[in-house]
């Protein structure tokens, strides 16, 4: 019978030291399946506010004014788009004496929680009537928003 030498007997050990962690670690590993789950938000209606009046009007004159629009919700959203507006009645002036355009993409994103300025074009009728001198008009106005998020 053949003798194992010290040396060779510790590195036979370590080896087999080595192997049974080996088995060990394995003995313990395992896998895992199942699901994850996530919730949307909703979106919040923006609103739109004056924020410049521009030049004063005249019978056939026009002038930019600004509205501001906010954006309450939690992600970035693009204006898509500003319908027209049309002046009520003021007094004796008449409905629909100031009218503005509509704004299609207009440009800008506006951050979540913040506001965007928007300048949109607004006009007085030829045919105005001195119940129309010194008034202010409101111009009734939607805007269309998409998000943004990238």
Do not use: Q
């Amino acid at each position: 019978m053949r003798k194992i030498s010290k040396r060779s007997a510790v590195v036979l050990g370590a080896a087999g030291v080595v192997v049974v962690a080996g088995v060990a670690y394995a003995a313990w590993t395992s896998n895992g399946a199942g699901t994850g789950s996530v919730t949307s938000t909703t979106s919040l209606d923006s609103s739109i506010a004056p924020a410049g009046s521009g030049d004063a009007l005249y019978p056939g004159g026009g002038t930019d004014f600004t509205v501001t629009i906010d954006n309450p919700n939690d992600y970035p959203v693009v204006v898509t788009g500003i319908s027209a507006g049309s002046s009520n009645a003021v007094g004796d002036c008449a409905a629909g004496t100031v009218t503005s355009a509509a704004s299609t993409n207009p440009a800008g994103t506006i951050a979540a929680g913040e506001s965007g300025t928007y300048t949109l074009h607004a006009t007085m009728n030829a045919n105005a009537t001195d119940a129309c001198k010194n008034r202010t008009f409101t111009l009734p106005l939607t805007a269309t928003l998409a998000s943004n998020a990238s």
